[in-house]
């Protein structure tokens, strides 16, 4: 079975396995796992943050970072197809008390002065706008790089307001690759970012949210509210570790698949967008008549796994564990199932 339903089905490769063996552990909730500790300022480095914290997922590193940031009856800004908005069970509203206000981006873009026109004023009839979410790379957009300069210009405007910046950077190595951006360039926007292990980078679990200090403190202790304070993480930590020397350059492969699968898909008529569009890892097809889950058991029935966006949309991931090898195979099927 070929599975590109996500970068997420990658499993630990054998130099990794060992490293998380080889891992000295210690209990992290009394902060003594010392590779836990490597790892949390390895990544906050990265990104040009104060600190880092480890959390078991990308959806609670998100929730934690709006948990942090606002008061429940506040407002936060985000693109209608967001992660946190489409894909997080309702979290901001139950964890954190919030409520979204999604806006319609541009391919995950949104437009500045959009956003502008979205901050409530102060009067007491509004939710007061606390935070704005942005995502990069942008998922159901297809893995669109977020431009920085955009990403600058709605920074210039929620700091003239005193409202803080979240990015939901699940994928922002993939974005650091596609376009030789910097990292601590694309988060020094951000007042929090988070940072998945677990999707390109190929570790088997965590996200890393970094932040200035006092705000990874609020984090760390929602964290343990959240249920999210684990103990002998370092074999964890281990594979991020591993991941981050050795699975970041490598990204440029899976790009370089996603664009050849984009290339058949267009071909074949079901490329949702233009090539250019297919930016990174992540390529959507589109189906006018809706017959995407049928199309689903039809490629299912082929050896290839998708993952069903809903009745238009398939998406299709490259990652660490699809080579050249099954890329030939997947054109080849792409073509027998959709010619
Ligand atoms: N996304 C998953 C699904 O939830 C859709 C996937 O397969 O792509 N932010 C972004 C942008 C994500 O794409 C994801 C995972 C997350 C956050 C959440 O990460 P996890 O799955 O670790 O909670």
């Given at each position: 079975m070929i599975d590109l339903r996500s970068d997420t089905v990658t499993r630990p490769t054998a130099a990794m396995r060992k490293a998380m063996y080889a891992a000295d552990v210690g209990d992290d909730v009394y902060g003594e796992d010392r590779v836990m500790n490597k790892l949390q300022d390895q990544v906050a480095g990265l990104l040009g943050k104060e600190a880092g914290l480890f959390i078991p997922s990308g959806t609670m590193s998100n929730q934690l970072a709006i948990r942090s940031q606002t008061q429940p009856g506040d407002e936060v800004i985000c693109d209608y197809n967001a992660h946190i908005f489409n894909?997080?069970?309702g979290g901001p509203a139950l964890l954190s008390g919030v409520q979204l206000h999604p806006l319609n981006g541009d391919h995950g873009i949104l437009d500045p002065a959009e956003i502008r026109s979205a901050f409530r004023p102060t009067d007491h009839h509004y939710a007061q706008t606390r935070l704005i979410a942005l995502e990069n790379t942008h998922n159901r957009a297809g893995g669109v790089v977020y431009p920085l300069i955009m990403i600058e210009a709605v920074a210039k405007l929620a700091r003239g307001q005193g409202i803080l910046m979240h990015l939901d950077g699940a994928r922002l190595m993939n974005a650091v690759i596609a376009s030789g951006i910097d990292p601590a360039a694309y988060a020094e926007p951000f007042n929090s970012v988070s940072l998945c292990l677990?999707?390109?980078?190929?570790?088997?679990v965590g996200s890393v949210l970094v932040g200035d200090a006092d705000l990874i403190e609020q984090a760390h202790r929602f964290r343990k509210l959240f249920g999210g304070?684990?103990?002998?993480v370092g074999s964890l930590a281990a594979a991020g570790l591993y991941a981050l020397e050795n699975n970041i350059e490598r990204l440029a492969d899976d790009h370089q698949r996603a664009k050849e699968l984009a290339k058949t898909c267009l071909d074949l008529g079901v490329?949702?967008?233009?090539?250019?569009?297919?930016?990174?890892n992540i390529v959507i097809m589109n189906f006018p008549k809706g017959d995407t889950a049928y199309l689903e058991t039809k490629f299912r029935a082929e050896g290839l796994l998708v993952s069903v966006v809903n009745d238009h949309r398939i998406r299709l991931v490259t990652h660490l564990d699809f080579n050249d090898e099954q890329l030939v195979q997947t054109k080849q099927l792409l073509k027998k199932v959709l010619g």
């Open positions: 894909y997080e069970g677990s999707k390109g980078l190929g570790a088997p304070g684990m103990r002998q490329l949702e967008n233009d090539l250019a569009w297919t930016q990174t």
